[in-house]
């Protein structure tokens, strides 16, 4: 009833005023060496690269953005206008390419440019010398759409990969911790005899597996399952549990304390809320910004977000009781998505609310509400990110002089250290050298 009259109001008068989506990659292929390693690596496979498969599920999902936000909420317009778009992408290929096969769909050939028809051909042609052939009014054959895509070196893409070491160097501690943990103890043990049975169905020793192994060994079912690669034949039981832990397995990492969800889920946060503050105080006519990234990226937002928990993902695995009912417990899968809407609300000046769905359904936020006033989100990603990320994440000079001077004392301490045992290991010597020579004058004289 509720989505309903959401649904309602912004038929009658709310209105959209910015979407931001974050997405997954498309289908790719392999990354890690496990399952027919060595055929894959033969095939040149095992690169985890965009997929044809990959390529469609973004043109797909490309229509869906095109039917609501050109179509039916009217935000963007029919023909692609760059100051209205904004796209970032991690600088990978997969995202990159899963960016540009999205855009395929959200202005499909046949809306791309035309040229001015009494143009001279001549300024159609580069400076190479070669024949001319005549392609028309058309900037592109089949007046195709051509976008451009914006990247940031990896160790400098704090937005989108905020959980990698070269971006935030303090997570590597955080998550040696974690896998040190008494939480990722308890579930590797309870996980002893899914591994068995594993290992036993795919005829491999068990003795080297836990449960890192196992969240690797899905990544890899994942690829060969979307892209009609051979897959083993499990037991459908192994298979819900391998998919169930391999969610479960990524909070351990990432999300096993609020601390670290917060540290990880800041950049991108912050640049949600000044996205929305800018066009509030209209400053900028970008309606709408996509962040084409991974599983990772999605999945971290998702905690950030609290509509996931190492708690009640854990409470999933082991069937106990789920405290949390919204609980996402199905890990992202290909192409899946998360979009922050921002609308004006009718006939109220200055008053807005925040909508975030999904894979196209509508989360509830804001104390179990789908419509969240934007006052209100506001206050609640402010609490959730961390004061000063850089210091935090140990990338600021402040950070970096910090450690140095750390280092410089311990090393100086040391130095010490080691200067006064060796003043007393010469001390010693010295005096077994003396009473040596003490016992053997004594020696001479009772000769």
């Known amino acids: 009833m509720q989505f309903i009259l959401i649904l309602m109001s912004q038929a009658f008068g709310d209105q959209i005023v910015l979407s931001q989506i974050l997405w997954r990659n ?33 043109y797909v999902l490309g229509q869906w953005l095109r039917k609501r936000y050109i179509e039916d909420l ?68 089949g007046l195709l759409q051509v976008v451009p895509v914006h990247v940031i070196q990896r160790q400098a893409d704090i937005y989108l990969r905020g959980y990698d070491v070269l971006a935030c160097p303090r997570n590597e501690e955080i998550i040696n911790k974690n896998v040190k943990s008494k939480l990722y103890y308890e579930i590797n043990d309870r996980t002893q005899s899914l591994i068995l049975d594993f290992a036993k169905q795919l005829g491999i020793n068990a003795s080297h597996l836990n449960i890192t192994d196992l969240y690797k060994y899905q990544d890899t079912f994942d690829s060969c399952e979307f892209n009609r690669y051979d897959l083993p034949q499990l037991k459908e039981s192994t298979k819900q549990q391998m998919k169930l832990l391999q969610n479960l397995y990524f909070s351990l990492e990432h999300n096993i304390d609020f601390e670290q969800t917060r540290l990880l889920a800041t950049p991108f946060f912050r640049n949600i809320l000044f996205n929305m503050q800018d066009v509030i105080n209209n400053q900028t006519e970008i309606k709408f910004r996509i962040f084409s990234a991974n599983d990772a990226s999605v999945q971290l937002i998702l905690n950030g977000l609290n509509l996931t928990t190492v ?93 140095a001077t750390w280092l410089f004392k ?26 040596e020579m003490y016992i053997k004058v004594q020696q001479q004289v009772e000769e």
């Not at 100051?83 to 960016?99: C, L, P, R």
């Not at 096969?101 to 009494?118: A, E, M, R, V």
């Open 74 to 141: 009217k935000l963007l317009s029919q023909s692609y206008n760059e100051a209205e778009i904004y796209i970032q992408s991690t600088d990978v290929n997969k995202t990159i390419m899963s960016a540009l096969s999205n855009f395929q769909g959200i202005y499909p050939i046949g809306t791309g440019p035309k040229l001015n028809p009494n143009l001279n051909h001549s300024y159609l042609l580069p400076p190479n010398q070669l024949i001319f052939e005549d392609l028309g009014i058309e900037a592109i054959p």
């Open 311 to 403: 708690e009640c993902l854990k409470q999933v695995y082991l069937k106990e009781e789920i405290e949390n009912k919204n609980c996402i417990y199905t890990y992202p899968g290909y192409a899946s998505n998360i979009i922050f809407e921002l609308y004006r609300k009718q006939d109220q000046e200055n008053q807005y609310y925040v909508q975030i769905l999904y894979n196209g359904t509508l989360m509830p936020i804001c104390n179990n509400k789908y419509k969240c006033d934007y006052e209100e989100f506001n206050s609640i990603i402010q609490f959730q990110n961390v004061n000063d990320y850089e210091d935090e994440c140990w990338i600021t000079p402040k950070t970096q002089i910090k450690i």
């Open 26 to 58: 498309g289908a790719s292929t392999p990354l890690h060496c496990n399952w027919k390693c060595k055929e894959f690596e033969q095939q040149g496979l095992l690169n985890d690269y965009l997929t044809p498969i990959g390529m469609r599920q973004h």
């Open 410 to 435: 311990t090393n100086s301490v040391i130095i010490i250290l080691l200067f006064i045992i060796s003043i007393f290991i010469i001390y010693l010597l010295i005096r077994q050298s003396r009473l």
